[in-house]
Structures are given as C-alpha cells and as structure tokens.
C-alpha cells in the first residue's frame, strides 16, 4: 500500500507524516509526500524534530505531486481547513482522507512557542499514524469504503 501525505508546501507537515509512517509501517507499506506548490526546502525544524525523535530523515526533500516515483493508493491532506488553508485536490484514483493539522511553519511567538507547535503537529501525525496502522491493513486494501471510514474516523480525532 502506497501512501500520500499531502499539503501546499510540502515542506513541514507533510514531510513529518511521510518520515514518521515511513518510520513505523511494516513492510509493504510505504509513504511518499508531497505538495501542489512545494516550497523547495523541508523546514529546518521539521528535520531538527524528527531527528530527536530518532526518525531518519536522509532523502527528505520538498517535492511538487507530479514528480512522485509511483501512484498512490491512499492520499491523505493534511492542510488545517479550519485555518482558512486551501487543500490540494489529488485527482488520481486513489482513496482519499483529510488529517487537518495546523501549520507549525506558521507558528509565531517565543521559540519555545513555536517548538510547541512543531511538537503538536508531529504528536498528532504519529498518533493517527499509529491508529492506520494498527488496522487489518491487508483486509482494508480490498475493501475501499471500509478504509474510507476509517481514514475518515482517524481524522477526526
């Protein structure tokens, strides 16, 4: 099962995801990331967080979606609609699921304000993350409306 993590900038959020999935899935399970207008460059602190989480971080880079080594079979968004954000719309076949986490590339305040939120944003991802993976994911790959709840079901929490 190929997986998507997708946002604008691909540059925090979305590499957070693809790193932390990456890092947990078993085998046969693999995660890409990507963005619809990607910024270039993975944030410092995205890179700085993942490696005190003991979480590789070699081969991260901001990437557009149309430069992706294979199709996805899940795409998830993880843009915050609440914080007026736009989400990219993926227009390939795949199984598709919103986890709206708030930008931390946004975040202002004192550093250790804006560490906060990087923190939040990767509690959050790996908690769903672990959620995903801890279904039936061999029965959930042939059964598209029940992986569609429950992707849907992950998201709200």
Same mark, same amino acid.
Request: aromatic fraction near 6%; include cysteine; hydrophobic fraction near 45%.
């Given at each position: 099962?190929?997986?998507?993590?997708?946002?604008?900038?691909?540059s925090?959020?979305?590499?957070?995801? =693809?790193?932390?999935?990456? &890092?947990?899935? #078993?085998?046969?399970?693999?995660?890409?990331?990507?963005?619809?207008?990607?910024?270039? =460059? $993975? &944030?410092? @602190?995205?890179? *700085?967080?993942?490696?005190?989480?003991?979480?590789?971080?070699?081969?991260? !880079?901001?990437?557009?979606?149309?430069?992706?080594?294979?199709a996805?079979?899940? $795409?998830?968004?993880?843009?915050?609609?609440?914080?007026?954000?736009?989400?990219?719309?993926?227009?390939?076949? *795949? $199984?598709?699921? !919103?986890?709206?986490v708030?930008? #931390?590339? @946004?975040?202002?305040?004192?550093?250790?304000?804006?560490?906060? *939120?990087?923190?939040?944003?990767?509690?959050?991802?790996?908690?769903?993350?672990?959620?995903?993976?801890?279904?039936?994911?061999?029965?959930?790959? &042939?059964?598209?409306?029940?992986?569609?709840?429950?992707?849907?079901?992950?998201?709200?929490?």
């Amino acid at each position: 099962m190929n997986i998507l993590f997708l946002c604008t900038g691909n540059s925090c959020r979305s590499i957070l995801a =693809e790193a932390t999935f990456n &890092h947990l899935a #078993p085998n046969g399970c693999k995660a890409m990331s990507a963005g619809s207008q990607p910024t270039g =460059e $993975v &944030h410092p @602190r995205t890179l *700085a967080l993942l490696q005190r989480e003991g979480i590789a971080v070699d081969g991260l !880079h901001s990437k557009s979606w149309e430069d992706l080594p294979c199709a996805a079979d899940v $795409v998830i968004t993880v843009c915050a609609n609440a914080a007026g954000e736009t989400c990219p719309a993926y227009l390939g076949p *795949a $199984v598709r699921a !919103h986890w709206g986490v708030d930008d #931390p590339a @946004r975040a202002t305040g004192t550093e250790a304000q804006i560490e906060a *939120a990087f923190r939040t944003a990767f509690a959050v991802l790996r908690r769903r993350i672990e959620t995903f993976l801890a279904l039936p994911l061999a029965e959930l790959a &042939h059964d598209r409306l029940r992986l569609q709840a429950e992707l849907d079901r992950i998201g709200m929490r």
